[in-house]
């Protein structure tokens, strides 16, 4: 186990200190996705949410050890996670976590869903691990942006990862298998796109951050919990995640709410520039 150390409301994790808890995040995250993979095998009740967006047994359980794990480690820091902690109120330093995301394609066996979690200062992640467990890949990152193969619920070696520039043969679109809208094409209309590929979750951030993919946008609703993991492991590849404004999100915005607006993430940061997005609420 990776130790841990001590966080406080009080400051900001020093860089060293981030490196140390996001390999700790990835941990715990890692560990959640072994729990998911049983349910995974072994069938899992649900429902629909008031929203419509489907919630499981899966989901429930793994928020339970998250949150277990993530008090246990460093007691005192909020965690907003999203099936049982969506409303709590932020701090100076809190975790978002969604423990499932990609609940339907959960549900389907397509093996694209991942276990986000992000530690918040201010208003920007400054430490991150998005898991994939059915595909045994786990990102993290505290000041670099890392990857790792995952094994019996543990992250193996972790090597850096790095975004890239745009290819001559142009971008490859991670596009999303379930939420695409007119106002997703009408923004890719607008880039040099070479190809699309559909891919679901979280997991497009964790693509972009290692190369496999160029650009990833979503106009409709998400959460900060969808992306806040992504976001800083994305960034730390030295790719970026921009809103219509052209700026990085923040987070903890709007407390209880926690509902995110237009972006686009792009592996080459020179591009964002030519995302034209529509206004967020």
């Not at 490196?19 to 049983?38: K, N, P, Q, T, Y």
């Not at 045994?136 to 890392?146: E, N």
């Not at 298998?177 to 590929?197: F, N």
């Not at 994305?234 to 995640?241: D, F, I, P, S």
Request: charged share 20%.
């Amino acid at each position: 186990m990776t130790p841990a150390p001590s966080l406080s409301l009080d400051r900001s994790p020093e860089p060293a200190e981030r490196d140390a808890v996001a390999l700790r995040l990835a941990e715990i995250a890692a560990s959640a996705g072994v729990l998911l993979r049983a349910y995974e095998r072994g069938g899992c009740r649900h429902h629909l949410k008031a929203d419509g967006s489907p919630t499981s047994q899966a989901d429930l359980a793994a928020e339970a050890q998250i949150v277990a794990d993530l008090a246990q480690t460093w007691p005192g820091i909020p965690v907003i996670a999203e099936e049982t902690a969506a409303e709590a109120a932020p701090a100076a330093l809190f975790f978002l976590v969604d423990p499932l995301d990609g609940t339907k394609d959960f549900l389907k066996g397509t093996g694209e869903y991942t276990v986000n979690i992000a530690l918040v200062a201010g208003e920007r992640p400054v430490a991150a691990a998005l898991v994939a467990p059915a595909l045994g890949r786990v990102w993290a990152a505290g000041t670099h942006a890392l990857e790792a193969a995952v094994a019996e619920g543990r992250p193996g070696a972790f090597r850096a990862v790095a975004a890239r520039p745009v290819p001559p043969e142009g971008m490859t679109a991670l596009v999303s298998r379930s939420h695409g809208e007119a106002a997703d094409e009408a923004c890719l209309a607008g880039l040099p796109i070479g190809q699309r590929r559909g891919v679901s979750s979280a997991l497009k951030f964790g693509l972009l951050a290692c190369g496999e993919g160029d650009v990833y946008v979503r106009c409709g609703p998400t959460m900060e919990w969808d992306t806040a993991a992504g976001d800083h492991i994305l960034t730390q590849a030295g790719g970026c995640v921009v809103g219509p404004d052209g700026h990085p999100f923040g987070y903890g915005r709007r407390p209880g709410q926690y509902r995110n607006g237009p972006f686009a993430a792009f592996g080459d940061p020179s591009q964002a520039g030519r995302a034209v997005l529509p206004a967020g609420a």
